[in-house]
Protein backbone atom coordinates (compact mmCIF):
# COMPACT_ATOMS: atom_id res chain seq x y z
CA UNK A 1 0.00 0.00 0.00
CA UNK A 2 1.58 3.88 -0.92
CA UNK A 3 1.91 5.36 1.76
CA UNK A 4 1.71 8.56 3.63
CA UNK A 5 4.70 11.07 3.26
CA UNK A 6 6.54 13.13 5.97
CA UNK A 7 8.53 15.91 4.66
CA UNK A 8 10.80 18.55 6.27
CA UNK A 9 10.92 21.98 4.52
CA UNK A 10 14.13 23.36 4.96
CA UNK A 11 14.27 27.16 4.03
CA UNK A 12 18.08 28.34 2.60
CA UNK A 13 19.58 31.48 2.24
CA UNK A 14 22.89 31.60 0.96
CA UNK A 15 23.88 28.13 1.24
CA UNK A 16 22.76 28.08 4.31
CA UNK A 17 19.42 26.98 6.33
CA UNK A 18 17.29 29.58 7.85
CA UNK A 19 16.11 29.99 11.43
CA UNK A 20 17.37 29.12 14.31
CA UNK A 21 17.25 25.41 13.93
CA UNK A 22 18.48 23.61 17.05
CA UNK A 23 19.66 19.75 17.24
CA UNK A 24 21.99 19.04 19.86
CA UNK A 25 23.32 15.78 18.14
CA UNK A 26 24.62 18.25 14.96
CA UNK A 27 28.07 20.04 14.47
CA UNK A 28 26.16 22.49 12.21
CA UNK A 29 22.61 22.65 11.74
CA UNK A 30 23.37 25.54 9.68
CA UNK A 31 24.74 23.15 7.03
CA UNK A 32 21.80 22.13 4.79
CA UNK A 33 23.60 18.89 4.10
CA UNK A 34 24.15 17.89 7.55
CA UNK A 35 20.53 18.38 8.51
CA UNK A 36 19.10 16.65 5.21
CA UNK A 37 21.52 13.80 6.20
CA UNK A 38 19.97 14.03 9.50
CA UNK A 39 16.58 13.82 8.54
CA UNK A 40 17.13 11.11 5.81
CA UNK A 41 18.45 8.84 8.72
CA UNK A 42 15.53 9.87 10.72
CA UNK A 43 12.98 8.61 8.59
CA UNK A 44 12.10 11.72 6.80
CA UNK A 45 10.16 10.09 3.28
CA UNK A 46 11.11 13.37 1.12
CA UNK A 47 12.86 16.99 1.88
CA UNK A 48 11.95 20.14 0.24
CA UNK A 49 14.43 22.87 0.09
CA UNK A 50 13.01 26.02 -0.89
CA UNK A 51 15.94 28.95 -1.44
CA UNK A 52 14.39 32.39 0.02
CA UNK A 53 18.07 34.38 -1.66
CA UNK A 54 17.21 37.49 -3.46
CA UNK A 55 19.87 37.27 -6.49
CA UNK A 56 20.04 35.39 -9.31
CA UNK A 57 24.09 35.46 -8.03
CA UNK A 58 23.27 33.75 -4.64
CA UNK A 59 20.78 31.06 -6.86
CA UNK A 60 24.18 30.05 -8.07
CA UNK A 61 25.10 28.81 -4.54
CA UNK A 62 21.86 26.90 -4.77
CA UNK A 63 22.76 24.55 -7.21
CA UNK A 64 26.03 23.78 -6.05
CA UNK A 65 24.32 23.03 -3.00
CA UNK A 66 21.57 20.90 -4.71
CA UNK A 67 24.79 18.48 -5.82
CA UNK A 68 25.96 18.11 -2.70
CA UNK A 69 22.92 16.99 -1.10
CA UNK A 70 21.74 14.70 -3.91
CA UNK A 71 25.34 13.48 -3.48
CA UNK A 72 24.92 12.74 0.62
CA UNK A 73 21.23 11.52 0.49
CA UNK A 74 19.00 8.50 -0.51
CA UNK A 75 15.85 9.58 -0.63
CA UNK A 76 14.09 12.13 -2.90
CA UNK A 77 14.14 15.74 -2.52
CA UNK A 78 12.49 18.57 -4.15
CA UNK A 79 13.58 22.16 -4.55
CA UNK A 80 12.00 25.62 -5.04
CA UNK A 81 12.21 29.25 -5.13
CA UNK A 82 12.04 31.69 -7.70
CA UNK A 83 12.42 29.27 -10.48
CA UNK A 84 11.29 30.62 -13.70
CA UNK A 85 12.41 28.74 -16.24
CA UNK A 86 12.74 25.79 -18.05
CA UNK A 87 16.78 26.43 -18.17
CA UNK A 88 17.19 27.27 -13.93
CA UNK A 89 14.73 23.96 -13.54
CA UNK A 90 17.15 22.26 -15.29
CA UNK A 91 20.14 23.01 -13.75
CA UNK A 92 18.74 22.01 -10.61
CA UNK A 93 17.64 18.83 -12.04
CA UNK A 94 21.12 17.95 -13.44
CA UNK A 95 22.38 18.81 -10.55
CA UNK A 96 20.39 15.78 -8.99
CA UNK A 97 16.88 17.29 -7.17
CA UNK A 98 14.40 14.87 -8.24
CA UNK A 99 11.63 17.37 -8.22
CA UNK A 100 11.08 21.44 -8.82
CA UNK A 101 8.84 23.48 -6.66
CA UNK A 102 7.36 26.92 -8.89
CA UNK A 103 4.77 29.12 -7.26
CA UNK A 104 4.58 32.70 -8.47
CA UNK A 105 6.16 32.32 -11.95
CA UNK A 106 3.58 29.75 -12.62
CA UNK A 107 0.96 32.09 -11.38
CA UNK A 108 2.94 35.02 -13.71
CA UNK A 109 3.15 32.87 -16.35
CA UNK A 110 0.95 29.36 -16.53
CA UNK A 111 2.98 28.44 -19.35
CA UNK A 112 5.83 27.27 -17.47
CA UNK A 113 4.08 24.42 -16.31
CA UNK A 114 3.31 23.30 -19.18
CA UNK A 115 7.19 23.86 -20.59
CA UNK A 116 8.44 22.17 -17.23
CA UNK A 117 6.28 19.15 -17.86
CA UNK A 118 6.91 18.48 -21.05
CA UNK A 119 10.80 19.19 -20.81
CA UNK A 120 10.78 17.09 -17.79
CA UNK A 121 7.75 14.90 -16.96
CA UNK A 122 4.98 16.14 -14.68
CA UNK A 123 6.40 13.67 -12.53
CA UNK A 124 8.89 16.27 -11.52
CA UNK A 125 7.17 19.43 -11.59
CA UNK A 126 5.42 19.98 -8.45
CA UNK A 127 3.31 23.48 -8.20
CA UNK A 128 2.85 25.38 -4.88
CA UNK A 129 -0.36 27.34 -4.19
CA UNK A 130 -0.61 29.36 -0.41
CA UNK A 131 -3.65 30.33 -0.34
CA UNK A 132 -6.11 31.86 2.48
CA UNK A 133 -10.36 32.23 2.69
CA UNK A 134 -11.64 35.67 1.57
CA UNK A 135 -15.38 36.15 2.00
CA UNK A 136 -15.63 32.19 2.05
CA UNK A 137 -13.93 31.58 -0.88
CA UNK A 138 -10.21 30.25 -0.81
CA UNK A 139 -7.76 33.06 -2.51
CA UNK A 140 -4.78 32.37 -4.09
CA UNK A 141 -1.68 34.54 -3.05
CA UNK A 142 1.65 35.36 -4.66
CA UNK A 143 4.93 36.54 -3.95
CA UNK A 144 5.23 34.51 -0.35
CA UNK A 145 1.74 35.23 0.63
CA UNK A 146 2.52 38.93 -0.05
CA UNK A 147 0.10 39.50 -2.95
CA UNK A 148 -3.70 38.83 -3.34
CA UNK A 149 -4.63 37.17 -7.14
CA UNK A 150 -7.77 36.93 -8.34
CA UNK A 151 -7.26 33.25 -9.05
CA UNK A 152 -9.60 30.76 -6.35
CA UNK A 153 -7.76 27.88 -5.01
CA UNK A 154 -9.81 25.01 -6.64
CA UNK A 155 -10.09 26.35 -9.97
CA UNK A 156 -6.24 27.48 -9.82
CA UNK A 157 -4.96 23.72 -8.67
CA UNK A 158 -7.64 22.11 -12.08
CA UNK A 159 -5.60 24.66 -14.02
CA UNK A 160 -2.22 23.67 -13.18
CA UNK A 161 -3.08 19.75 -12.81
CA UNK A 162 -4.57 20.43 -17.09
CA UNK A 163 -1.20 22.10 -17.47
CA UNK A 164 0.42 19.36 -16.50
CA UNK A 165 1.98 19.71 -13.01
CA UNK A 166 2.47 15.82 -11.27
CA UNK A 167 1.81 17.73 -7.95
CA UNK A 168 -0.06 20.22 -5.55
CA UNK A 169 2.05 21.52 -2.29
CA UNK A 170 -1.05 23.58 -0.46
CA UNK A 171 -0.26 25.93 1.81
CA UNK A 172 -3.20 27.19 4.01
CA UNK A 173 -1.99 31.09 5.03
CA UNK A 174 -4.44 30.97 7.63
CA UNK A 175 -3.17 27.74 9.21
CA UNK A 176 0.45 28.36 8.77
CA UNK A 177 2.22 29.50 12.35
CA UNK A 178 -1.04 28.80 14.20
CA UNK A 179 0.11 25.24 15.33
CA UNK A 180 -3.18 24.19 14.93
CA UNK A 181 -3.60 21.83 12.27
CA UNK A 182 -3.91 21.33 8.60
CA UNK A 183 -6.87 22.84 6.63
CA UNK A 184 -8.08 19.44 6.26
CA UNK A 185 -11.58 20.96 4.72
CA UNK A 186 -9.81 22.43 1.67
CA UNK A 187 -7.55 19.96 1.52
CA UNK A 188 -10.05 17.49 1.30
CA UNK A 189 -11.78 19.81 -1.09
CA UNK A 190 -8.62 19.87 -3.60
CA UNK A 191 -8.53 16.19 -3.37
CA UNK A 192 -11.62 16.10 -4.71
CA UNK A 193 -10.96 18.34 -7.76
CA UNK A 194 -7.61 17.23 -9.15
CA UNK A 195 -6.37 13.76 -9.26
CA UNK A 196 -2.61 14.27 -8.42
CA UNK A 197 -1.03 14.02 -5.10
CA UNK A 198 -1.78 16.34 -2.38
CA UNK A 199 1.14 17.55 0.09
CA UNK A 200 -0.49 19.42 3.15
CA UNK A 201 1.26 22.58 4.41
CA UNK A 202 0.69 24.79 7.08
CA UNK A 203 -0.62 24.00 10.97
CA UNK A 204 1.12 21.34 12.31
CA UNK A 205 1.64 21.69 15.96
CA UNK A 206 1.33 18.46 17.31
CA UNK A 207 1.45 14.35 16.13
CA UNK A 208 -2.49 14.42 16.16
CA UNK A 209 -2.87 16.93 13.67
CA UNK A 210 -0.82 14.48 11.51
CA UNK A 211 -3.08 11.63 12.03
CA UNK A 212 -5.99 14.19 11.33
CA UNK A 213 -4.85 15.42 8.48
CA UNK A 214 -4.02 11.43 6.83
CA UNK A 215 -7.49 10.39 8.33
CA UNK A 216 -9.93 12.96 7.53
CA UNK A 217 -8.56 15.25 3.79
CA UNK A 218 -7.56 13.11 1.12
CA UNK A 219 -3.46 14.25 1.88
CA UNK A 220 -1.03 12.34 0.52
CA UNK A 221 1.71 14.08 2.58
CA UNK A 222 2.41 16.23 4.83
CA UNK A 223 5.00 18.97 5.28
CA UNK A 224 6.38 20.89 8.37
CA UNK A 225 9.38 23.10 9.25
CA UNK A 226 9.24 24.38 12.74
CA UNK A 227 7.83 21.39 15.09
CA UNK A 228 10.93 19.14 13.41
CA UNK A 229 13.50 22.23 13.49
CA UNK A 230 12.72 22.96 16.75
CA UNK A 231 12.59 19.37 17.77
CA UNK A 232 8.97 19.88 19.15
CA UNK A 233 8.29 16.40 17.18
CA UNK A 234 10.38 13.92 16.37
CA UNK A 235 10.07 12.38 13.02
CA UNK A 236 10.69 8.49 14.41
CA UNK A 237 8.23 9.05 17.48
CA UNK A 238 5.28 10.48 14.52
CA UNK A 239 5.59 7.96 12.61
CA UNK A 240 5.50 5.32 15.57
CA UNK A 241 2.39 7.21 16.42
CA UNK A 242 0.70 7.22 12.88
CA UNK A 243 1.53 3.54 12.58
CA UNK A 244 -0.53 2.47 15.65
CA UNK A 245 -2.99 4.97 14.67
CA UNK A 246 -3.70 2.83 11.57
CA UNK A 247 -1.97 5.42 8.94
CA UNK A 248 -0.16 3.58 6.42
CA UNK A 249 3.58 5.06 6.74
CA UNK A 250 7.16 3.37 5.22
CA UNK A 251 8.33 1.99 8.87
CA UNK A 252 12.05 3.30 9.46
CA UNK A 253 14.29 1.96 11.87
CA UNK B 1 38.63 -7.07 -8.92
CA UNK B 2 36.89 -3.57 -9.86
CA UNK B 3 34.38 -3.34 -12.68
CA UNK B 4 33.35 -1.13 -15.52
CA UNK B 5 29.60 0.20 -14.87
CA UNK B 6 28.27 2.89 -17.19
CA UNK B 7 25.47 4.31 -17.30
CA UNK B 8 23.13 5.03 -20.37
CA UNK B 9 22.67 8.95 -20.94
CA UNK B 10 20.47 9.76 -23.67
CA UNK B 11 19.39 12.91 -22.08
CA UNK B 12 16.57 11.42 -20.44
CA UNK B 13 17.16 13.18 -16.69
CA UNK B 14 17.83 11.56 -13.37
CA UNK B 15 21.27 9.90 -14.52
CA UNK B 16 23.12 11.96 -11.69
CA UNK B 17 21.30 10.80 -8.71
CA UNK B 18 22.19 7.44 -9.86
CA UNK B 19 25.77 8.08 -10.56
CA UNK B 20 25.58 9.64 -7.02
CA UNK B 21 23.88 6.42 -5.54
CA UNK B 22 26.55 4.19 -7.16
CA UNK B 23 29.87 6.70 -5.42
CA UNK B 24 27.88 6.35 -2.02
CA UNK B 25 28.86 2.38 -2.66
CA UNK B 26 32.27 3.23 -3.73
CA UNK B 27 31.90 2.70 -7.43
CA UNK B 28 32.91 5.20 -9.97
CA UNK B 29 30.30 4.82 -13.23
CA UNK B 30 30.35 6.26 -16.54
CA UNK B 31 28.12 8.27 -18.32
CA UNK B 32 28.11 7.46 -21.69
CA UNK B 33 25.84 6.93 -24.77
CA UNK B 34 28.70 4.98 -26.79
CA UNK B 35 27.60 1.54 -28.29
CA UNK B 36 30.82 0.41 -28.26
CA UNK B 37 31.70 1.22 -24.39
CA UNK B 38 28.53 0.39 -23.17
CA UNK B 39 29.17 -3.28 -24.99
CA UNK B 40 31.81 -3.74 -22.98
CA UNK B 41 30.98 -2.85 -19.59
CA UNK B 42 30.21 -5.10 -17.13
CA UNK B 43 27.65 -3.66 -15.48
CA UNK B 44 24.77 -1.70 -17.87
CA UNK B 45 22.21 0.81 -16.13
CA UNK B 46 19.72 1.99 -18.11
CA UNK B 47 18.14 4.92 -16.45
CA UNK B 48 14.87 7.28 -17.20
CA UNK B 49 12.51 9.60 -16.19
CA UNK B 50 10.01 11.82 -18.06
CA UNK B 51 8.11 11.11 -21.41
CA UNK B 52 8.57 7.85 -23.36
CA UNK B 53 8.38 9.32 -26.53
CA UNK B 54 11.49 11.45 -26.70
CA UNK B 55 13.42 8.90 -24.92
CA UNK B 56 12.72 6.50 -27.42
CA UNK B 57 13.42 8.45 -30.22
CA UNK B 58 16.70 9.49 -28.59
CA UNK B 59 17.74 5.91 -28.33
CA UNK B 60 16.98 5.26 -32.07
CA UNK B 61 19.13 8.91 -32.83
CA UNK B 62 21.90 6.82 -30.78
CA UNK B 63 21.61 3.65 -32.49
CA UNK B 64 20.54 2.10 -28.25
CA UNK B 65 17.17 0.70 -29.43
CA UNK B 66 18.91 -1.88 -31.31
CA UNK B 67 22.25 -2.46 -29.49
CA UNK B 68 20.44 -2.79 -25.66
CA UNK B 69 18.49 -5.83 -26.53
CA UNK B 70 21.75 -7.63 -27.93
CA UNK B 71 23.76 -7.10 -24.44
CA UNK B 72 24.96 -9.83 -22.45
CA UNK B 73 26.16 -8.08 -19.24
CA UNK B 74 23.84 -7.79 -16.77
CA UNK B 75 21.63 -4.45 -17.63
CA UNK B 76 19.31 -2.54 -14.92
CA UNK B 77 16.57 -0.55 -16.47
CA UNK B 78 15.52 1.96 -13.59
CA UNK B 79 11.67 3.29 -14.14
CA UNK B 80 11.28 4.87 -17.50
CA UNK B 81 14.36 2.83 -18.28
CA UNK B 82 12.52 -0.70 -17.49
CA UNK B 83 9.37 0.43 -19.19
CA UNK B 84 11.06 1.06 -22.59
CA UNK B 85 13.01 -2.71 -22.11
CA UNK B 86 9.31 -3.42 -22.14
CA UNK B 87 6.98 -4.81 -25.22
CA UNK B 88 4.50 -1.98 -26.14
CA UNK B 89 3.81 1.59 -24.11
CA UNK B 90 0.74 2.58 -24.42
CA UNK B 91 1.81 6.57 -24.09
CA UNK B 92 2.86 6.37 -27.21
CA UNK B 93 1.07 3.71 -28.76
CA UNK B 94 4.78 2.26 -29.87
CA UNK B 95 6.89 -0.59 -29.41
CA UNK B 96 9.20 -0.76 -26.78
CA UNK B 97 12.46 -2.75 -26.57
CA UNK B 98 10.70 -6.17 -26.50
CA UNK B 99 13.15 -7.53 -24.01
CA UNK B 100 10.52 -7.90 -21.61
CA UNK B 101 7.14 -9.41 -22.79
CA UNK B 102 4.46 -7.68 -20.78
CA UNK B 103 3.24 -4.10 -21.86
CA UNK B 104 3.17 -0.66 -20.85
CA UNK B 105 -0.19 1.30 -19.34
CA UNK B 106 -1.68 3.83 -17.55
CA UNK B 107 -3.10 3.96 -14.47
CA UNK B 108 -6.82 4.17 -14.18
CA UNK B 109 -8.37 7.36 -13.25
CA UNK B 110 -9.48 5.84 -10.08
CA UNK B 111 -6.17 6.15 -8.28
CA UNK B 112 -4.14 9.33 -7.93
CA UNK B 113 -1.84 9.65 -11.08
CA UNK B 114 1.82 9.59 -10.47
CA UNK B 115 1.75 6.99 -8.27
CA UNK B 116 4.11 8.88 -5.99
CA UNK B 117 5.83 8.23 -2.80
CA UNK B 118 6.90 4.86 -0.80
CA UNK B 119 5.48 1.25 -1.57
CA UNK B 120 5.75 -2.17 -0.22
CA UNK B 121 7.29 -5.15 -3.00
CA UNK B 122 5.78 -7.96 -3.28
CA UNK B 123 6.91 -12.33 -3.57
CA UNK B 124 10.30 -10.37 -4.49
CA UNK B 125 12.57 -12.54 -5.59
CA UNK B 126 16.20 -13.31 -6.85
CA UNK B 127 19.60 -12.46 -6.82
CA UNK B 128 18.53 -8.57 -6.86
CA UNK B 129 16.36 -8.68 -3.56
CA UNK B 130 19.21 -10.58 -2.11
CA UNK B 131 19.04 -9.29 1.89
CA UNK B 132 16.67 -6.82 1.07
CA UNK B 133 14.20 -6.94 3.84
CA UNK B 134 11.31 -8.41 3.06
CA UNK B 135 8.94 -5.54 4.21
CA UNK B 136 11.19 -3.28 2.41
CA UNK B 137 9.49 0.52 1.18
CA UNK B 138 10.94 1.62 -1.92
CA UNK B 139 10.18 4.77 -3.85
CA UNK B 140 7.70 5.17 -6.90
CA UNK B 141 6.98 7.67 -9.23
CA UNK B 142 5.45 6.69 -12.30
CA UNK B 143 1.95 7.13 -14.56
CA UNK B 144 2.46 4.23 -16.22
CA UNK B 145 3.09 0.44 -15.29
CA UNK B 146 4.35 -2.80 -16.28
CA UNK B 147 1.16 -5.74 -16.49
CA UNK B 148 2.90 -8.83 -14.03
CA UNK B 149 4.18 -11.23 -16.66
CA UNK B 150 6.53 -14.30 -16.57
CA UNK B 151 9.33 -12.30 -16.24
CA UNK B 152 7.91 -10.24 -12.72
CA UNK B 153 10.43 -10.85 -9.89
CA UNK B 154 8.58 -8.34 -7.19
CA UNK B 155 5.15 -6.97 -7.26
CA UNK B 156 3.16 -3.88 -6.04
CA UNK B 157 -0.21 -2.91 -5.58
CA UNK B 158 -1.73 0.09 -6.40
CA UNK B 159 -4.87 -0.14 -7.06
CA UNK B 160 -3.89 -3.22 -9.10
CA UNK B 161 -0.99 -5.21 -9.12
CA UNK B 162 1.50 -4.67 -11.59
CA UNK B 163 5.17 -5.26 -12.15
CA UNK B 164 7.78 -3.68 -9.77
CA UNK B 165 10.80 -5.61 -10.70
CA UNK B 166 11.28 -7.66 -13.72
CA UNK B 167 13.93 -9.78 -15.13
CA UNK B 168 14.53 -11.87 -18.16
CA UNK B 169 18.07 -13.61 -18.27
CA UNK B 170 20.69 -10.95 -17.91
CA UNK B 171 18.26 -7.96 -18.31
CA UNK B 172 16.25 -6.76 -14.94
CA UNK B 173 14.07 -3.68 -14.32
CA UNK B 174 12.98 -1.97 -11.69
CA UNK B 175 10.05 0.46 -11.48
CA UNK B 176 10.85 2.02 -8.08
CA UNK B 177 13.81 3.95 -8.28
CA UNK B 178 16.52 2.16 -5.75
CA UNK B 179 18.85 4.90 -6.32
CA UNK B 180 16.19 6.87 -3.82
CA UNK B 181 15.23 4.45 -1.98
CA UNK B 182 17.05 4.64 1.25
CA UNK B 183 18.57 1.82 2.92
CA UNK B 184 16.91 -0.92 0.84
CA UNK B 185 17.19 0.81 -2.80
CA UNK B 186 21.09 0.91 -1.71
CA UNK B 187 20.84 -3.05 -0.98
CA UNK B 188 19.31 -3.49 -4.11
CA UNK B 189 21.90 -1.62 -6.06
CA UNK B 190 24.31 -3.28 -4.40
CA UNK B 191 22.94 -6.88 -5.37
CA UNK B 192 22.90 -5.74 -8.96
CA UNK B 193 26.40 -4.73 -8.85
CA UNK B 194 27.37 -8.31 -7.49
CA UNK B 195 25.35 -10.63 -9.75
CA UNK B 196 27.49 -12.47 -12.24
CA UNK B 197 27.03 -14.02 -15.02
CA UNK B 198 27.63 -17.26 -13.52
CA UNK B 199 24.79 -16.86 -10.92
CA UNK B 200 22.51 -15.81 -14.18
CA UNK B 201 23.35 -19.15 -15.85
CA UNK B 202 22.66 -21.48 -13.15
Known sequence: MLTKRIIPCLDIKEGRTVKGINFKNLVDAGDPVELASYYSDQGADELVFLDISATAEKRKTFAALVRKIAQKINIPFTVGGGIASVAEART????GADKISINSAAIRNPTLIKELSEAFGGQCVVVAIDAKKVDDTWRVYSVGGAKPTSLNLFTWAKEVVKLGA????????????????????ALLQLSKTVNVPIIASGGAGEI????????????????????????????????????TQGIAIRKTP | MSQQVVIIDYGAGNIQSVQFALERLGVKAQLTSDATQIAKADKVIFPGVGHATPALKALQEKGLDTLIPTLTQPVLGICLGMQLMCNYLEENNANGLGIFSVDVRKFLATQKVP????????????????????DAYLYFVHSYFANIGESTIAETNYGIPFSAALQKANFYGCQFHPEKSGDAGEQILRNFLTINLITINH
Open chain 1, 166 to 185: GEILFTSMDNDGTKQGFANK
Open chain 1, 92 to 95: LLLA
Open chain 2, 115 to 134: HMGWNKIDNAQGALFKEAPS
Open chain 1, 208 to 243: AHFTETFRTSGADAALAASVFHFNQITIPQLKKELH
